[in-house]
């Protein structure tokens, strides 16, 4: 069974930066995609980024050109660094591992973004 941990989560204030970091108790190196997902308080879970087997990234438009994803195959760990955060970025985010009809979640990390 694949598990994901993230961490990094906390407060911020607006215009700052976070980077989450999902560790995976499996090898990312050959898995066709991982992604970040999120929930903000009484909204649908949305897509904020997701990276391919190939390294293509690709982002939502409310993220694009702040966050940046990224990954690390040494260490199974995929990041996410959030720079001038702003407060509609408040949301519990969560790690994802997909590979063919599979996927798998992460617990999710809390990002508040407040001043």
């Known amino acids: 069974q694949v598990r994901l941990v993230e961490s990094g989560g906390g407060l911020v204030q607006p215009g700052g930066s976070l980077r989450l970091s999902c560790a995976a108790s499996?090898?990312?190196?050959?898995?066709?995609?991982m992604a970040w997902y999120r929930r903000a308080p009484g909204k649908q879970r949305e897509p904020v980024s997701v990276?391919?087997?190939?390294?293509?990234?690709d982002y939502s438009d409310s993220v694009k050109g702040r966050f940046t994803i990224s990954r690390d195959d040494a260490k199974n760990t995929l990041y996410l660094q959030m720079n001038r955060v702003k407060p509609e970025d408040t949301a519990v985010y969560y790690c994802?591992?997909?590979?063919?009809?599979?996927?798998?979640w992460g617990q999710g990390t809390q990002v508040t973004v407040s001043s």
């Open positions: 990276l391919t087997r190939d390294g293509s990234p």
């Open positions: 499996t090898s990312i190196f050959s898995v066709d995609a």
């Open positions: 994802v591992l997909l590979h063919r009809a599979n996927d798998y």
